[in-house]
């Protein structure tokens, strides 16, 4: 069972255009973090919201965490070939014992020219 | 480069064979996380360990086993291999273990392919 589920799977659009990837659970996170990996590499880490309602922003990319911590967006604005990449979002659920990053599958864009 | 070393980058092996995944962390983390990431499950946790103790377990395979070692390196013992689990494994390495708000950072991966 994944507890955390991204839409759409896969996404191809053309340079210039914007678009909203989403990530959705039925759990509450203590905060959720994006990741974008690219081919024959490990994920690397955008960006982390803690706060229901947060805002952040890296550049053209826009990210939201819902107000109940269930879910969270990425917009991206006139996106660029350069964007291309697998974008997965990851949700933490600390305790006293372990820590664990609960990864959606993700979502594929392609960004053409 | 997230200073999160992984090796061999690539192995193939048959089945019922066993293979062990080294990594070693960035400077200074005392965490280490192990994924697995295929094209119909996505990135799973495995294991995460703290400063030579294990302190999260998730969907790890009683075939599978990991340890980290004194000098904070870790390793995933990979046993009577089967054809699915041939995966992409990933390391993760984090300052902290158990609290909010940690920045993971990913290893490029050892490929696994079980023929």
């Known amino acids: 069972t994944q507890l955390l589920e991204q839409s759409p799977q896969f996404l191809s659009i053309q340079e210039g255009e914007n678009l909203t990837v989403y990530c959705n659970s039925s759990s509450v996170f203590s905060s959720l973090q994006w990741y974008r990996q690219e081919p024959g590499e490990g994920p690397v880490l955008l960006v982390t919201v803690v706060t229901g309602g947060e805002v952040k922003k890296l550049k053209r990319l826009t990210f939201q965490f819902g107000d109940a911590r269930k879910d969270s967006s990425l917009h991206i604005t006139a996106a660029q070939p350069g964007d291309t990449g697998l974008y997965l979002c990851a949700g933490e659920r600390g305790s006293n014992s372990g820590y664990a990053l609960n990864f959606g599958k993700g979502t594929s864009l392609l960004v053409t020219p | 480069d997230s200073g999160v070393t992984q090796t061999p980058k690539h192995l193939i092996t048959a089945t019922g064979q066993r293979v062990t995944l080294r990594c070693s962390p960035r400077s200074g983390d005392l965490s280490v996380y192990w994924y697995q990431q295929s094209l119909d499950q996505g990135l799973q946790f495995l294991i995460h360990?703290?400063?030579?103790?294990?302190?999260a377990k998730g969907n790890i395979l009683e075939r599978f086993s990991a340890q980290q070692f004194p000098d904070l390196h870790s390793e995933l013992n990979l046993s009577s291999l089967e054809l699915g689990d041939s995966a992409l494994y990933f390391c993760?390495?984090?300052?902290?273990?158990?609290?909010?708000?940690?920045?993971?950072?990913f290893g490029q991966g050892t490929r696994l392919t079980v023929v």
């Open positions: 993760a390495s984090s300052a902290r273990g158990g609290q909010i708000n940690t920045e993971a950072f």
């Open positions: 360990y703290y400063n030579g103790e294990e302190r």
